[in-house]
């Protein structure tokens, strides 16, 4: 056996600002020794930004002569401030390891304007009635495009740069199908301006085309009029799966699962709602100052879970999933705007499957 290590511990003493004897430290810039009581007290005053008022009463103003709950806020606070403690050194501490937590996360802001100039360069004057209407095949053609410049996008934060150049457009060319979408359903509904007014109080805003009526044949009608230059099979697909979403609570919370929860897909997910959220932000519908609310509300809870992560070093990126249903259920009390933009969201990477690997796969899907 080695030799036995002594036991550290800390001389009490007398507190410098309520002169109480109690074990002492050096707490927010003090120069001399503070108990741990008035630290935590400094921090709430500094917290709140209280501005108290002298008791002008000799025995509270002094310290030690009474408990020091009963003490003069005034003087105690300018004692405080008398042995070098500062709202400085509290809000460096306070803040320390949350930015070292999501250090990596901001998005330039330069950076992330091309992207939504982009969109709008690409989507701008483009009518249902036109010769440039948003088709399929146009959708399809500008994905093999946005991933090459997401993948520009994400190579300048710091988040990715250690990420190796193979694996990060991987990461793009998944999020590629859902930052189109997101384009078209914030900035398409251009399209819809040739529609019958009486249909407008009856919109879905998120999506321009989606309208209330979920019976079969009202989600086919939609289906072939935001979709005109995809096949039928496309419309009846979609309509079929668009009703199990409708019956089946469960369909959607596996559907949810499979596509936003796989291997790394906080991170994914994380980007995606920072696209949505500009989006949103730049959209010129009504409303999209609630929806705005609702993606950053998102957006939060997953940085809060990746941060928990980053400060606990040693955890293993799979237990991040642990709350996986939490997130669900957050997700689902946001509204049903959310969870349409989810189905769509799904529905769409369908077809882009289908575009890739062939009607038979989309067929045996449903």
């Avoid at 249909?199 to 989600?219: E, K, Q, S, W």
């Avoid at 642990?322 to 957050?330: G, N, S």
């Amino acid at each position: 056996m080695g030799p036995k290590r002594r036991r550290a511990f800390r001389k009490r003493g007398e507190c410098t600002v309520c002169g109480m004897e109690t074990t002492a430290q050096y707490l927010y810039g003090a120069q001399k020794r503070v108990c741990r009581s008035c630290g935590v007290a400094f921090m709430r005053h500094a917290k709140l930004n209280i501005q108290p008022e002298c008791l002008k009463n000799p025995v509270q103003c002094e310290p030690g002569q009474v408990a020091s709950r009963h003490q003069c806020r005034k003087c105690w606070v300018q004692r405080c401030f008398e042995i070098g403690m500062s709202y400085n050194d509290y809000v460096v501490h306070k803040s320390e390891e949350p930015e070292k937590a999501i250090k990596g996360l901001e998005i330039d802001k330069k950076s992330i304007v091309s992207l939504a100039d982009f969109a709008d360069n690409v989507t701008v004057g483009v009518h249902e009635e036109g010769e440039n209407f948003f088709s399929m095949e146009k959708q399809f053609m500008l994905e093999e495009s946005m991933h090459l410049h997401i993948y520009s996008l994400l190579s300048k934060l710091n988040l990715f740069k250690k990420f190796d150049p193979a694996n990060l457009m991987e990461l793009a060319q998944h999020l590629a199908p859902y930052t189109v979408w997101i384009i078209l359903a914030y900035y398409v509904h251009r399209n819809g301006g040739g529609k019958i007014e009486k249909y407008n109080y009856n919109r879905n805003f998120i999506l321009p085309h989606v309208y209330v009526d979920n019976t079969y044949y009202g989600i086919y009608v939609q289906v072939k009029n935001s979709l005109p230059w995809a096949p039928p099979i496309d419309w009846t697909n979609i309509a079929t799966a668009r009703m199990e979403v409708i019956n089946s609570e469960e369909k959607l919370i596996q559907i949810l699962k499979e596509y936003f929860f796989p291997n790394q897909s906080t991170f994914h997910l994380l980007m995606f709602l920072l696209f949505a959220e500009l989006m949103v932000k730049r959209s010129r519908m009504k409303g999209d100052k609630q929806a705005q609310s609702k993606f950053e509300d998102l957006k939060n809870r997953i940085l809060k879970e990746m941060e928990t992560w980053y400060k606990s070093k040693n955890m293993s990126l799979q237990l991040m999933f642990a709350k996986v249903h939490d997130f669900l259920e957050f997700a689902e009390a946001q509204g049903q705007k959310v969870t349409d933009l989810r189905t769509f969201l799904k529905l769409h990477m369908d077809l882009y499957k289908m575009q890739n690997h062939g009607e038979e796969h989309l067929a045996t899907h449903f």
